[in-house]
């Protein structure tokens, strides 16, 4: 099934055919998308998702691209990325943010410092938009998303309704949630607490150092690969007690700062990134008995 001239012609420069993805990957790799959607509202999307229940176009949603490697054959129907109107950040009340999904998690961090609302100083060191982290629960440094978020606000690409979904309802686990398939996070409300923006400014500039040191940056990657192992097994050291934090395919490699980050050097290939997952999985099975997790998402063909 294809989308009609007259669809593609109505929604103007939201939508375009044949969009190479590597330029929406960390990894900067991918295949062409079918159709590109990026929707500037959520009017936009209802409209689109209400034509689409008649094409029945395969659906996809892309993030910030931070957690996600697109293979080299691309993806096949929709991808859905939400637009610049998905990016607003506003106070609501004393202590809670409501935030646009598509808004990066740095930026939510540094409004809520401007605006002295604590407790969310941890997003200035994760990767990728607010929507993303919510349905990975994403965390660092003893927080994580479940323990911020007061509710999300998510449109069905079936039924095309939105709805709130309070934080409660969630089921959220290490590195994920079990929120219903096909719901796209239009935006999300979180909850901070009062403080001092100096103090705050002072606890998220320690966080960011404190990730510098550990992890590498200014290179293409898509961050950890592998999910922990609970809180006492760290996933980088059993990946180099495997002997595996040497180990290349391609222009693919490990990186010597952080052997749970997987690298492009420039001119690796999907395929190069996947078969570097599937050597490391298998040899950390083969020598250290440990079955590892992606953290990281595979998508496309």
Same mark, same amino acid.
């Given at each position: ?34 159709? =590109?959607? +990026?929707?500037?509202?959520? +009017?936009?999307?209802?409209? /689109? ?12 949603? =892309? ?20 637009? $610049?109107? /998905? ?9 809670? =943010? ?14 809520? +410092? ?23 629960? $994403? ?32 089921? /959220? ?47 293409? %990657?898509?961050?950890? %690969? ?20 040497? /180990? ?27 078969? =570097? ?9 083969? +020598? ?14």
């Amino acid at each position: 099934m294809k989308i009609n001239d007259e669809l593609i012609n109505k929604l103007n420069s939201s939508i375009s055919k044949d969009v190479k993805l590597s330029n929406y990957s960390w990894f900067n790799l991918g295949g062409p998308a079918e159709y =590109l959607f +990026k929707p500037k509202d959520k +009017k936009q999307l209802i409209e /689109f998702l209400t034509h689409n229940k008649k094409n029945k176009l395969d659906i996809t949603i =892309l993030g910030a691209g931070s957690n996600t490697l697109i293979r080299d054959k691309g993806i096949k129907g929709v991808v859905i990325k939400l637009g $610049s109107g /998905f990016t607003d950040i506003r106070l609501l009340d004393n202590d809670i =943010l409501e935030v646009g999904a598509a808004a990066l998690d740095r930026k939510i961090s540094d409004f809520a +410092k401007d605006k002295g609302i604590g407790n969310l100083e941890f997003l200035s060191c994760i990767p990728g938009s607010i929507g993303g982290a919510v349905i990975m629960n $994403s965390g660092c440094y003893g927080n994580d998303i479940s323990k911020i978020l007061v509710s999300i606000r998510v449109i069905n690409t079936k039924n095309c309704t939105e709805k709130e979904i309070k934080s409660e309802e969630i089921e /959220f686990f290490y590195r994920g949630s079990n929120l219903p398939e096909g719901s796209i996070i239009t935006s999300v409300k979180l909850r901070g607490k009062k403080e001092n923006p100096q103090v705050i400014e002072k606890t998220q500039k320690k966080l960011i150092e404190k990730k510098k040191l550990a992890q590498p940056s200014k290179i293409k %990657t898509c961050g950890s %690969t592998f999910k922990n192992i609970g809180e006492e097994k760290q996933v980088w050291q059993i990946i180099k007690n495997a002997g595996c934090d040497k /180990f290349s395919e391609g222009d693919a490699s490990i990186s010597e700062k952080h052997c749970n980050f997987f690298v492009n050097n420039g001119k690796a290939k999907s395929a190069d990134i996947e078969r =570097l997952i599937k050597r490391v999985k298998d040899t950390v099975s083969k +020598k250290m008995g440990v079955d590892l997790e992606l953290e990281i998402k595979i998508i496309g063909e």
